[in-house]
Structures are given as structure tokens and as C-alpha cells.
């Protein structure tokens, strides 16, 4: 099952025309500067614009089809919605604000039971309080839970974390990371900060000037190197790795992934071993020896396979391999010149900073 779109809308001023297919299943992350018309394409697969035009397809439910005068309306889509702000009822209780959306979804029809969306988002101690009175993240929380008390098929979030603090996001993210995994949900998720969902994202659309960029995996996507220049601090790999060890007199994790091991500090305690890390190209340079006397801990034997311009044109973009992997480098031209880098040849990737996912 997925999400086949080919839908154009018409603004004033403003012209959608997205083509693109989403798996039904994961988290896919639709980014783009402000204005790039992410939140009118979300609206517009919620069904909650007018006059959008082509075809919709979720699965075997066929929600638009304009040539056929076909456009289901927005609450037989089996989708929830989560926005910026809450939106919960300010005069109702929790209670209540949870139940306005599991109520109107027929018994028979619900797939995820009370107690199992209260417990997974730790909504039990909020449930008697008035929504009023709520902080920003646990009105978030409520909301989601909400939208998922009507049972939807796939979860529609646009920038729902944007306004909460850096300490509130940490709280919700696991959160939003567990439910994608216990409940099997697809979710689309609206970004400003790539790096807050990149823990999560497996599919990435990037969004311009209401045409798609570029889709695909996640580490796909971002190690292109022929993205427009607002991405350029964005670019980078995502890396699948795996906990080996754990260096517990230096803090530091020792982490396997399909290209060698890497060494990062050690982030809050998980029981899981599979780890999700990010390398940004600007934080990786390279050499041409393995020289032990530096202090950056992460030096990688790879092999050149394309250099390309970068946005600023002092910089050149330099595509990597390590074993299976692939590992993208922001150099500058006069250092690219220097060390006579050419594809093919072998380097040692230095990489300075690792984020842990
Ligand atoms: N109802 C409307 N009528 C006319 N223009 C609209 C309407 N809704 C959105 N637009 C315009 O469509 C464009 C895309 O807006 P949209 O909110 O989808 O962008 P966005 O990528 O979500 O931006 P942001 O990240 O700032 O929220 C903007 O130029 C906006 O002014």
C-alpha cells in the first residue's frame, strides 16, 4: 500500500503541482523553505482544499480524481491531522477533547483502543484537567492522541512540534517515534528543523516553490549534490549503525555501520542497539594519510567517487565510499586543488562531529 499523488492547486499567487509516491508505512518528512506550499499540500491530501486537481490515491481508495469529478470529503480519508497548534476545545476537559474524536469514529470501525493511545502518549494524569490550562507540550500530546483516537490510516503532522522548547521536543519525539513503531502508522511530517525529525524520517520530499525537488530516502536524498543552496548546511548522510561497545571511562559509544566504526559520545541511555546517526557534510574533510597525531576521532579510510560545485564557489562537494556506505564532504576548491583529488583515488575521511539520533 502507499500514496500515489499527482495533484496540482491553483492560489493566488501561488501554484502547487506535486507528483510523487509515499510508502504507506514510516515516517516521511516534507521540507522546504517557508512559503514552499508543504502545508497546502498537506491540506490538500487531508482534503481540505477546494478545487485541487489530478489524482489522489491512498492504497485502493482512490480520494481524487478530478477528471472523473471524484474528491472524497475530508472525514471519509481516514486521516488525522495535527497542526502548529493544538486546536483543542480551550471550554472541554482532556476527556472530552480525547472522546469528540473516538465518538465519532463507528465501533466497529476503530482500530486503536482507548487505553492503548492514553498509555502510549501518558495521557492518564492530563485526562480531568482542562485543556486551558495545559502546557504546550502536553496540549501537542493530547492532540495527537486525538487524531489518533479516530482510528486513521495515515497521520498527517504539520509542524507540531514548533513551538515547543527544545526540553518539550525531546519529550515528544520518543513518543512520536514509539507510536510510529507499536501502532504501524504512516505519518507525513511537516519540518522547518531537519535535524528535530531526522531520528524519525525515512522518506523525505523536498518542497520549492510549490514543485517537488527531490524525493526519496532520507540519506538518499541529502547526499545529492545537485540540491539548491538553501539545503546546502542540510547536506549529508544518515547512517544505520549498530551499538559494538561502549567506552563507559570516556563516554563514548563504539558504533558499527556498513563502512567501518565510529566513535561518539554517548547520548541518553536506550535499550535499543540499532542507532541512527547524522554526518553533515561540512563536518567531514579529508586527507590523503592516516595521520594518529590529531585529536578528531573519527578517521575513515574512503575512496573519491564525484566532486561537485557547491553552493558558495569556494566550496566543492565530494562524494565518498566507504565499504557499502556513502559519506558526502564540503571542501574548498583551493583544498581540492591541493591534494589533486580525482575519482577513484583513496582519502581518509575526517569527520569532526557525529550527531547521535
Ligand atoms: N488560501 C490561500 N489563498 C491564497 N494563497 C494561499 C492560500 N494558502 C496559502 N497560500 C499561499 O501559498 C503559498 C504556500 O503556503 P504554505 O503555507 O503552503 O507554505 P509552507 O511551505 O507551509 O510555509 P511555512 O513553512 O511558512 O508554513 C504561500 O505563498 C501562501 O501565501
Not at 489522489?56 to 472525514?75: E, I, N, V
Not at 528543523?193 to 524519525?200: G, N, P, Q
Not at 541518553?268 to 586527507?287: E, Q
Request: charged content about 20%.
Amino acid at each position: 500500500m502507499s500514496l500515489q499523488a499527482d495533484i496540482q492547486l491553483a492560489l493566488p499567487g501561488f501554484q502547487l503541482d506535486a507528483h510523487f509516491s509515499l510508502p504507506a508505512q514510516g515516517v516521511s518528512v516534507l521540507f522546504g523553505p517557508s512559503g514552499a506550499g508543504k502545508s497546502t499540500l498537506l491540506r490538500c491530501l487531508a482534503g481540505l482544499e477546494q478545487g485541487v486537481r489530478g489524482r489522489l490515491q491512498f492504497g485502493t481508495q482512490c480520494w481524487l480524481d478530478s477528471a472523473q469529478g471524484r474528491c472524497l470529503p475530508a472525514h471519509q480519508r481516514s486521516i488525522g491531522m495535527v497542526f502548529q497548534d493544538a486546536r483543542l476545545f480551550p471550554h472541554l476537559d482532556v476527556r472530552a477533547n480525547l472522546a469528540f474524536g473516538y465518538q465519532r469514529t463507528p465501533a466497529a470501525a476503530r482500530r486503536l483502543a482507548w487505553d492503548q493511545i492514553v498509555d502510549l502518549l501518558d495521557l492518564g494524569p492530563l485526562l480531568a484537567r482542562r485543556s486551558s490550562t495545559l502546557s504546550g507540550g502536553e496540549r501537542q500530546r493530547v492532540a495527537i492522541g486525538r487524531a489518533l483516537l479516530t482510528s486513521p490510516e495515515l497521520l498527517l503532522l504539520d509542524e507540531p512540534l514548533a513551538a515547543l522548547d527544545l526540553v518539550r521536543k525531546q519529550e515528544i519525539l520518543p513518543l512520536l517515534s514509539r507510536l510510529q513503531q507499536e501502532l504501524t502508522l504512516p505519518l507525513v511530517y511537516i519540518t522547518h528543523a531537519l535535524d528535530e525529525v531526522s531520528r524519525l524520517a525515512d522518506h523525505l520530499l523536498l518542497l520549492a516553490e510549490g514543485k517537488l525537488l527531490a524525493q526519496g530516502g532520507l540519506s538518499e536524498v541529502l547526499s545529492r549534490t545537485d540540491l539548491p543552496a538553501w539545503l546546502d548546511e542540510e547536506l549529508g548522510v544518515v547512517l544505520e549503525t549498530e551499538l559494538q561497545e561502549e567506552l563507559a571511562e570516556y563516554q563514548l559509544l563504539r558504533l558499527g555501520f556498513a563502512g567501518g566504526q565510529l566513535l561518539v559520545p554517548a547520548g541518553s541511555p536506550t535499550s535499543t542497539r540499532r542507532r541512527r546517526v547524522r554526518i553533515l557534510a561540512r563536518d567531514v574533510s579529508l586527507a590523503l594519510q592516516a595521520d594518529a597525531a590529531v585529536s578528531i576521532l573519527n578517521r575513515l579510510p574512503a575512496v573519491v567517487q564525484a566532486i561537485r560545485p557547491a553552493n558558495h564557489p569556494a566550496h566543492v562537494l565530494v562524494q565518498l565510499t566507504l565499504g557499502a556506505s556513502q559519506l558526502l564532504a564540503r571542501i574548498t576548491r583551493y583544498s581540492c586543488a591541493t591534494l589533486q583529488l580525482q575519482p577513484g583515488m583513496p582519502v581518509w575521511a575526517q569527520i569532526k562531529s557525529v550527531a547521535l539520533l
